[in-house]
C-alpha cells in the first residue's frame, strides 16, 4: 500500500505564474487535508477535503490559493499569480476517517518562487 | 484565535540525557496528537491522546495529556542520536474538523553522541 504520494517535490516558478501542487491519498482514504510550513515553523491548515468537496477552508488565504478533490484523479492545490511568500513546504495528508484519526503525510512540495 | 504553544523552540542535548516538550492550548482539546518530523522529512505520526489524564508510552517515549484536557508533553528517555528531529503537537480543538488540527511550531531536538 503505497503512502501518500505528492508530485512534484520540488517546484520553481518565477513570481507571476501558477504553481500546481498535486497530492494522491493512500488507498481507501477519502479524506485529504493540505497544510503549509514555512522555514523553522509548524504547520498550518490550509484545506480539508473529501472526494468532491470542500470541507474546510477556513485555513486558506482568500486569493490566488484554490483546491479541489475530483471524483477521480490526485487533490491538486492551485496557487495563481506566485508571489516570494509563497515559498514554503506544502504538505498533503490523508486519512480514512473524519474524525479523531492519525493522519498520513506526503513526503511535501518544496515550493520556491524566483 | 486559538493558538497551542509549544516550548522550548530548541533543545540541545548529550546522548543519554532526557528531553521533554511541553505543549499548551489556548482552549480544551477534543484530542491532541504528536508527530515527529526529520531534518527534511515529512511528519510522521507518533501517538494520539484523547482521555483527560492520559499516559502512554512508547518504549523510551512518554506522553502525556492534561486533566484539562489543554496540555500535553512528550518526555523521552536517555536520548540517542536517532532521536534528532522536530517534534509537533498538534491539537484538534472541540467542534473543530479533524482537519483543522493546531499544530505548535515543534521543538527542535539535537543530540550530541
Known amino acids: 500500500n503505497a503512502g501518500v504520494m505528492q508530485n512534484p517535490r520540488h517546484l520553481v516558478r518565477r513570481r507571476g505564474q501558477e504553481a500546481r501542487l498535486r497530492c494522491s491519498p493512500m488507498k481507501g482514504h477519502s479524506h485529504v487535508y493540505w497544510y503549509r510550513q514555512l522555514p523553522e515553523e509548524g504547520l498550518k491548515f490550509m484545506v480539508y477535503l473529501q472526494k468532491e468537496n470542500i470541507i474546510d477552508e477556513s485555513g486558506m488565504p482568500k486569493e490566488r490559493f484554490s483546491a479541489e478533490f475530483p471524483k477521480e484523479g490526485p487533490s491538486i492545490l492551485r496557487i495563481q499569480q506566485v508571489v516570494r511568500g509563497d515559498s514554503a513546504a506544502y504538505f498533503c495528508a490523508s486519512s480514512p476517517l473524519r474524525q479523531e484519526t492519525e493522519a498520513f503525510f506526503g513526503q511535501g512540495t518544496r515550493l520556491t518562487v524566483v | ?113
Open chain 2, 1 to 113: 484565535g486559538q493558538q497551542v504553544m509549544q516550548i522550548p523552540q530548541y533543545q540541545h542535548v548529550q546522548e543519554g540525557e532526557d528531553f521533554t516538550t511541553y505543549c499548551n492550548s489556548s482552549t480544551t482539546l477534543s484530542n491532541i496528537q504528536w508527530y515527529k518530523q526529520r531534518p527534511g522529512g515529512h511528519p510522521v505520526f507518533l501517538i494520539q491522546l484523547v482521555k483527560s489524564g492520559e499516559v502512554k508510552k512508547q518504549k523510551r517515549l512518554t506522553f502525556q495529556f492534561g486533566e484539562a484536557k489543554k496540555n500535553s508533553s512528550l518526555h523521552i528517555t536517555a536520548t540517542q542520536t536517532t532521536d534528532v528531529g522536530t517534534y509537533f503537537c498538534a491539537g484538534l480543538p472541540y467542534g473543530g474538523s479533524q482537519g483543522n488540527l493546531i499544530f505548535g511550531k515543534g521543538t527542535k531536538l539535537s543530540v550530541k553522541p
